[in-house]
């Protein structure tokens, strides 16, 4: 899962919901924001439920000197899954682009819904049109 091949296919996906008709562009984007940065949350989410500490952390005992697991950090906000050996080693299972992809979806999400919320008030302040 390390590879950008699904972070562009979630992209693609979002995208499709995006219209190029000027009055529902708006709609589009926050359509499309939030479709992508949840399936990318989910995807990040359940790479750290798939993640068996075990199996996914052992200890290192064939190397001179052994290697032990010091610490094994998780957590689904944000979807981390991070195993510490002792000889300063790390290894994080959750791929690299999903935090980044969920916090652009966010910022881009609120930026629309800010915005459509702006237009929203500018359009009813002038009042009923004729």
Known sequence: MGSWFP?????????????????????????????????????????????????????????????????????????RVTCYWDSGAQKDFVSGWINPLVLTCAVVLTAALVTALYLFCRRHRKGPTR
């Open 7 to 79: 972070a562009v296919v979630l992209v693609a996906c979002g995208l499709a919901f995006v219209r190029f008709r000027e009055s529902r562009r708006l709609v589009g984007i926050i359509k499309a924001s939030a479709t992508t940065g949840i399936l990318c949350y989910l995807l990040g989410c359940l790479q750290v439920v798939m993640t068996i500490p075990a199996h996914a952390c052992p200890d290192q005992l064939e190397l001179h000197p052994p290697v032990h697991l010091v610490r094994y950090d998780s957590g689904i906000l944000p979807p």
